[in-house]
C-alpha cells in the first residue's frame, strides 16, 4: 500500500466548525461525505478532534461501488460498525485467508491488532456504516498490512 493510498483527504483541520458544544453534551449535525482515508470515505465525526473525547470516536462511513479498504491493523484500539446499508467481505488473520460477509442491519466487532482488509461486495450499491473506535484519535494508529508477510 502506498503512502498516497493511505493519505488523508479533503478537510482534516478544522473538524470543530461541524459539532456544537451544548454545555455538557456535543452536537453533530447531518454531515455529507467531506474527507476520506484507504478508499472510504466519511463525514466528520465526532472524536478527540472535535469535543473533549480523550477514549472514542466515531463516525459515518462509505465505501464505493466495488471498493476496497487495502489490509490494515488497528494498533491498540477496538472497533464496533453497525451496518446501515449494503454487504462488505472482511479478509483478514494472518495473510489475511480468512474470510466473513455482513450485510445491512448486521453488527461486528474487530480486535485490535487483527489484519483484515474490506470489500464491498457490490458493484452497484454504496455500503453506508457507522464506525466507532476506542480510539480518540481515529485514523492515527493504524497501520498498513502486507497480506505476503504472513
Same mark, same amino acid.
Request: proline share 5%.
Given at each position: 500500500m502506498?503512502?498516497?493510498? /493511505?493519505?488523508?483527504?479533503?478537510?482534516?483541520?478544522?473538524?470543530s466548525?461541524?459539532?456544537?458544544d451544548?454545555?455538557g453534551?456535543?452536537? /453533530?449535525?447531518?454531515?455529507?461525505?467531506?474527507r476520506?482515508?484507504n478508499?472510504?470515505?466519511y463525514?466528520?465525526? /465526532?472524536?478527540g478532534?472535535?469535543?473533549?473525547?480523550t477514549?472514542?470516536?466515531?463516525?459515518?462511513?462509505?465505501?464505493?461501488?466495488?471498493?476496497?479498504?487495502?489490509?490494515?491493523?488497528h494498533?491498540d484500539?477496538?472497533?464496533?460498525?453497525?451496518?446501515?446499508?449494503?454487504?462488505?467481505?472482511?479478509?483478514?488473520?494472518?495473510?489475511?485467508?480468512?474470510?466473513v460477509?455482513?450485510?445491512a442491519?448486521?453488527?461486528?466487532y474487530?480486535?485490535?491488532?487483527?489484519?483484515?482488509?474490506?470489500?464491498?461486495?457490490?458493484?452497484?450499491?454504496?455500503v453506508?456504516a457507522?464506525?466507532?473506535?476506542?480510539?480518540?484519535?481515529?485514523?492515527?494508529?493504524?497501520?498498513p498490512?502486507?497480506?505476503?508477510?504472513?
Amino acid at each position: 500500500m502506498t503512502e498516497e493510498e /493511505l493519505s488523508l483527504t479533503g478537510q482534516q483541520n478544522d473538524l470543530s466548525s461541524f459539532v456544537s458544544d451544548e454545555g455538557g453534551i456535543w452536537s /453533530l449535525r447531518q454531515v455529507e461525505k467531506i474527507r476520506g482515508w484507504n478508499n472510504i470515505e466519511y463525514g466528520a465525526g /465526532l472524536s478527540g478532534k472535535n469535543t473533549p473525547s480523550t477514549g472514542l470516536s466515531m463516525n459515518r462511513a462509505y465505501i464505493p461501488p466495488g471498493g476496497i479498504a487495502k489490509a490494515h491493523i488497528h494498533v491498540d484500539f477496538d472497533v464496533m460498525i453497525y451496518l446501515l446499508k449494503g454487504s462488505v467481505r472482511h479478509e483478514y488473520g494472518p495473510g489475511c485467508r480468512k474470510s466473513v460477509v455482513h450485510t445491512a442491519g448486521d453488527m461486528f466487532y474487530i480486535e485490535p491488532g487483527l489484519p483484515h482488509e474490506v470489500f464491498n461486495t457490490s458493484d452497484t450499491e454504496w455500503v453506508h456504516a457507522i464506525v466507532s473506535r476506542s480510539d480518540a484519535s481515529e485514523w492515527q494508529n493504524i497501520t498498513p498490512y502486507d497480506r505476503e508477510s504472513d
